[in-house]
Structures are given as C-alpha cells and as structure tokens.
C-alpha cells in the first residue's frame, strides 16, 4: 500500500521503518523534522512513563525492548544497555510494568543512599537521540523512505495520492484531529559532559520534578521537570539551578561534570496512547499520546501499526 505517516518524531519514523520493512510504499511529512521534536529532548531511557492503559503499555513496552536491545548489535544506532536503579522513600511494590523487563532486582538495603528505604535495578536500553534520529533518517532515506516538511491544518488533506495515514503528530494531533484530551506536559533538562558515568539513576518522588540521572557516550542528562498544562518551550535557569542541584546530591561527582546545553520539550499526555484504527475516516490510524514513554513504546506501537495497515 502507499502510506503517509504524520509526524517524525520517535513514533513517527518508527512506524515509517516498520512500514517500509513490511513493503509498504511509505512517506513521512512533518511540521518539524526529527531533531526538532520532543524525541530530540529526550533522555530516552527505556521506561513506561506516564503513558496508559497498563496491559498494551507492558506489551509494546516488551516489543520495545527488544527491539532497542536488538539494535545495540549496530554501534550507529546510539542505543546501549545500561544497568541502573529507581530509588523509592518508601517500601514500593514492584512495578505494574515488571513483565515488559527480563530482569528486575531489588537494591539491598545497605546500598541505599541515605533516605531512600527501598530500590530497583535493572538493565534496559538507553538511547543517544542525538544519535538515534539521524540513524532513523539515514535509514529511512537508504529504504526510499522521503521525509518532507509540510504543516497541515487538517488531516484529511494528507490522504491524497496515498491509500492509508498514520497520524503520529503526538501533541500536535490536539489542532490536527480536535483531541481535547492531549495535554502538554513540559520537561526541562540540563546537559553535562561525561564524567565516567555509567549507570542510570532515577527518583520520582515528586512527581512534578522527578530527578533523573542518564549517561550517553559523551553526555549526561540531568532532570528534570513534568509539568502539566506548561507550554512553555524557553530554558528557565532558575530551573536549571534546581536541576543540576538535584542531581549533584544524588551523584556527588556530578559537581564536576560542565554544562554543556538546556533543552526544553512538550511530551504529549493523554489519559491513554491512542492506537487505532479510525472508524470515521476510513484509510486513517492513529498513534499518538505516548507521554513520556515515546521511545520505550515506538518500535512495540509500530508493530501493531504494521497489523493494522495490513
């Protein structure tokens, strides 16, 4: 089939890819190209954040998995495993998401830092955007895959000459299909040059600023913020303050680490990612509202995508 995808974040250039391995004649238009995107922001470790309905979520997220681990095999992809831990200030149950994981463990106590009462570590993908994007758009332009800029003011018009859509406008998709239900919520992150880290670090407990520590290969990502309803895209620096202060306490030899970048990105929430098929505009799916799992969930969404379209 000729297909149009919507959109060239994560999501969108995913779903392009799948389509095109499956033998779909695929093109992708977007408002803002790849490393324009929310995708770019990212720190792109693989976990289900802020993205629902829990039962698709643990699947795609699975297929995400592996799918991110099957791409760690390509040094040009920017993805590695990386071992790491969520630290809690309270007992917490394992989480509603465990089956997407092969592998979860519990910090013993005496490895805690000091007030935290309970810990996860795990191995998962964590994804260099910087990298990951243009390994997406190189592959995507080596399949015949063209990937244009085009604002569109309605979705209809992106069914011509084409048999199918995908809409992957994430937040976009708020003035493109009318979903009041998308909701902006606004991430702030700082950018330092690696010190030698090699393990994630994670702390949600609150969930307005949750504290978040990922090594690249040649950077760190310090966070950040999850603000709802914010839409404001410009570096805050008195955020930025809080941020690295944040991040220090949790990772002492950070003080060390020079900053090198601010970046700010609206992920698209919604009470649930929307994945379907779409009964009054025969030829269109969607998928979008990913939250902040746009990267965990991308190659599992695609999947589906690919099923749907066929």
Same mark, same amino acid.
Request: charged share 25%.
């Given at each position: 089939?000729?297909?149009?995808?919507?959109?060239?974040?994560?999501?969108?250039?995913?779903?392009?890819?799948?389509?095109?391995?499956?033998?779909?004649?695929?093109?992708?238009?977007?408002?803002?190209?790849?490393?324009?995107?929310?995708?770019?922001?990212?720190?792109?470790?693989?976990?289900?954040?802020?993205?629902?309905?829990?039962?698709?979520?643990?699947?795609?997220?699975?297929?995400?998995?592996?799918?991110?681990?099957?791409?760690?095999?390509?040094?040009?992809? /920017?993805?590695?495993?990386r071992c790491g831990?969520?630290?809690?200030?309270?007992?917490?149950?394992?989480?509603?998401?465990?089956?997407?994981?092969?592998?979860?463990?519990?910090?013993?106590?005496?490895?805690?830092?000091?007030?935290?009462?309970? *810990?996860?570590?795990?191995?998962?993908?964590?994804?260099?955007?910087?990298?990951?994007?243009?390994?997406?758009?190189a592959r995507l332009?080596?399949?015949?895959?063209?990937?244009?800029?085009?604002?569109?003011?309605?979705?209809?018009?992106?069914?011509?000459?084409?048999?199918?859509? &995908?809409?992957?406008?994430?937040?976009?998709?708020?003035?493109?299909?009318?979903?009041?239900?998308?909701?902006?919520?606004? *991430?702030? &992150?700082?950018?330092?040059?690696?010190? *030698?880290?090699?393990?994630?670090?994670?702390?949600?407990?609150?969930?307005?600023?949750?504290?978040?520590?990922?090594?690249?290969?040649?950077?760190?990502?310090?966070?950040?913020?999850?603000?709802?309803?914010?839409?404001d895209r410009s570096?805050?620096?008195?955020?930025?303050?809080?941020?690295?202060?944040?991040?220090?306490?949790?990772?002492?030899?950070?003080?060390?680490?020079?900053?090198?970048?601010?970046? &700010?990105?609206?992920?698209? /929430?919604?009470?649930?990612?929307?994945?379907?098929?779409?009964?009054?505009?025969? /030829?269109?799916?969607?998928?979008?509202?990913?939250?902040?799992?746009? &990267?965990?969930?991308?190659? *599992?969404?695609?999947?589906?995508?690919?099923?749907?379209?066929?």
């Amino acid at each position: 089939m000729r297909v149009r995808v919507v959109g060239a974040g994560v999501v969108g250039l995913a779903v392009a890819l799948r389509l095109r391995e499956a033998g779909h004649t695929v093109e992708v238009v977007a408002a803002e190209l790849a490393l324009e995107t929310t995708s770019a922001v990212a720190a792109a470790l693989w976990y289900p954040y802020r993205a629902l309905p829990e039962s698709a979520v643990t699947r795609w997220a699975a297929q995400g998995y592996r799918a991110l681990d099957a791409l760690c095999a390509d040094p040009a992809a /920017g993805v590695d495993l990386r071992c790491g831990r969520q630290l809690f200030r309270a007992r917490t149950p394992d989480p509603w998401w465990v089956d997407a994981v092969p592998r979860l463990d519990r910090v013993r106590p005496a490895d805690l830092p000091d007030g935290y009462l309970d *810990g996860l570590e795990l191995t998962v993908p964590v994804i260099d955007m910087a990298v990951h994007l243009p390994w997406l758009m190189a592959r995507l332009d080596a399949m015949g895959v063209a990937v244009r800029r085009a604002r569109l003011d309605d979705l209809a018009v992106a069914h011509d000459g084409v048999q199918a859509v &995908v809409n992957c406008a994430g937040l976009g998709a708020r003035e493109l299909v009318g979903d009041t239900e998308l909701l902006p919520v606004r *991430g702030q &992150v700082v950018i330092v040059e690696q010190i *030698g880290l090699q393990r994630w670090l994670l702390d949600e407990t609150d969930p307005n600023a949750p504290t978040y520590v990922v090594p690249h290969r040649d950077t760190i990502v310090l966070g950040g913020t999850a603000v709802e309803g914010d839409e404001d895209r410009s570096v805050r620096p008195d955020v930025a303050d809080v941020i690295l202060r944040r991040a220090v306490q949790l990772v002492p030899d950070l003080v060390r680490a020079r900053v090198v970048a601010h970046r &700010v990105g609206l992920r698209p /929430g919604r009470p649930a990612v929307r994945l379907e098929s779409d009964p009054s505009a025969p /030829g269109t799916i969607h998928c979008y509202g990913h939250g902040g799992a746009g &990267v965990t969930l991308a190659y *599992g969404c695609a999947q589906d995508v690919v099923r749907l379209i066929g």
